[in-house]
């Protein structure tokens, strides 16, 4: 029996309705069938998330004491792989029926690539302001910078087996639930000097239905407290591609944490320098995301980008807070949680 070229994993905990049409979205590929296999990962879920997979996936293997977050399922489905290349797709994904060839075309083509990822498209599945914002967020900062990337996203993206296997997987022991690693591994993946490429034309859906909590949430706790741990322990020395954290974001960061400390001082006091101030801070950092607000307006309306920008506020305000924990807790944490070395991750070789 031929070998397929990609292995496609799914990894997916309590999401039937999502998986459903993440299902569908993949069988409607237009590679031959022939050429890739479907693994669903089923993280140990209540619900029928196994039995949607049932049927349409080629493999369905189960977390038997999950959840354990998608690192470890996505690290399952890659020893049972057998293709060439991974391709990873988050259960609330709907890839167009283009994305899979166009995976295939980039490895078939460039023997030297180790990875690829791209972007969701320009029409999230839930109309309201929340889902739009930031589903249309992560398309913006995906098409700002195409080519080269010194980062990975795991929602539609691929990696060549024999160098995942070789840099050991994802680390599901860091990131025990959907957190930050993906982005890790884009960094052990440019540190063992696999090229990476985004694509934004690699394209797929977001099905998830963003509120004000999980947004906050997600920002703050699964992604500024756990990045900070990332770069306090790797140091400044990744931060080099635009998708990172740039200096000029650092510094959005700041004014808004200062325009926050003047506007309570200005409150506290009454003292109208330090509200001056304030507004001008907060003048800096929307001046600074212009290019970002004219272009949601330009796809949403002048309203819509009128919303995003006490969001983008918040954004850098959580970044701060999350940055300043996670300085003043790195210590605790590394000790608490009993982190292995960087070097030292799950192992997937088969």
Same mark, same amino acid.
């Given at each position: 029996m031929?070998?397929?070229?990609l292995?496609?994993v799914v990894p ?6 999502y998986?459903? !049409?993440?299902l *569908? ?14 693994i669903v990962?089923?993280?140990?879920s209540s619900d029928?998330t196994a039995d949607?997979?049932?049927g349409?996936a080629d493999q369905?293997l189960? #977390?038997?004491d ?8 996505r ?11 991974l391709v990873?797709i988050d259960?609330?994904?709907v890839?167009?029926p283009t ?5 295939? =075309?980039h490895?078939?083509?460039?023997p =030297?690539l $180790?990875? +690829?990822?791209g972007a969701?498209?320009?029409a999230p599945?839930e109309?309201?302001f /929340? ?5 249309? /967020?992560?398309?913006?900062?995906h ?6 990337a ?7 993206? &691929?990696v060549r087996r024999?160098?995942?296997l +070789?840099?050991g997987?994802?680390?599901? +022991?860091?990131y025990p639930?959907?957190?930050i690693e993906? %982005?890790? *591994? $884009? ?7 696999a090229r ?6 690699? !394209?797929?859906?977001h099905?998830?239905r963003?509120?004000?909590?999980n @947004?906050?949430?997600t920002?703050?706790r699964e992604?500024a %407290?756990?990045?900070m ?5 790797r $140091?400044?020395? @990744?931060?080099?591609g635009?998708l990172? *954290? ?6 959005y960061?700041?004014? =808004?944490?200062?325009?926050?400390a003047a506007? /309570? $001082? ?8 330090l509200?001056?101030i304030?507004a001008?801070?907060?003048v #800096?950092v929307l ?8 272009w949601?307006g330009?796809?949403?309306?002048f309203?819509?980008a009128?919303?995003?920008a006490?969001?983008?506020l918040?954004?850098y305000a959580e970044s701060? *807070? ?5 300085i &003043?807790?790195h210590?605790?944490h590394?000790? &608490? #949680?009993?982190?292995p070395?960087?070097?030292a ?6």
């Amino acid at each position: 029996m031929p070998l397929p070229f990609l292995s496609v994993v799914v990894p997916a905990y309590r999401c039937a309705p999502y998986l459903r !049409q993440c299902l *569908l979205g993949l069988s409607a590929s237009d590679l031959p069938r022939a050429d890739w296999e479907l693994i669903v990962v089923d993280d140990g879920s209540s619900d029928g998330t196994a039995d949607v997979a049932r049927g349409v996936a080629d493999q369905v293997l189960r #977390v038997s004491d999950g959840p354990r977050g998608p690192a470890h399922a996505r690290n399952l489905g890659a020893r049972a792989a057998r293709g060439t290349v991974l391709v990873f797709i988050d259960a609330d994904v709907v890839v167009a029926p283009t994305t899979l060839r166009g995976f295939a =075309t980039h490895f078939a083509d460039d023997p =030297t690539l $180790g990875a +690829a990822f791209g972007a969701y498209d320009d029409a999230p599945f839930e109309p309201d302001f /929340l889902s739009q914002y930031r589903n249309l /967020l992560h398309r913006y900062v995906h098409t700002l910078h195409p080519g080269n990337a010194d980062t990975f996203w795991a929602g539609c993206g &691929a990696v060549r087996r024999e160098t995942f296997l +070789a840099i050991g997987g994802f680390d599901a +022991a860091r990131y025990p639930r959907p957190q930050i690693e993906d %982005i890790e *591994l $884009g960094y052990r993946l440019r540190e063992y000097g696999a090229r990476i490429l985004l694509d934004p034309d690699l !394209q797929g859906k977001h099905l998830k239905r963003w509120t004000f909590g999980n @947004m906050a949430r997600t920002d703050l706790r699964e992604r500024a %407290i756990p990045w900070m741990h990332l770069i306090l322990r790797r $140091g400044e020395a @990744m931060q080099r591609g635009p998708l990172n *954290l740039r200096v000029r974001e650092k510094l959005y960061t700041v004014f =808004t944490a200062l325009s926050v400390a003047a506007g /309570l $001082g200005a409150l506290v006091l009454s003292n109208n320098a330090l509200a001056y101030i304030a507004a001008f801070c907060v003048v #800096v950092v929307l001046l600074g995301n212009a290019a970002l607000l004219l272009w949601f307006g330009a796809r949403r309306g002048f309203f819509f980008a009128l919303g995003v920008a006490p969001l983008r506020l918040l954004y850098y305000a959580e970044s701060g *807070l999350g940055a300043a924990w996670a300085i &003043a807790t790195h210590q605790r944490h590394v000790g &608490a #949680v009993g982190l292995p070395p960087l070097a030292a991750h799950e192992q997937t070789a088969s």
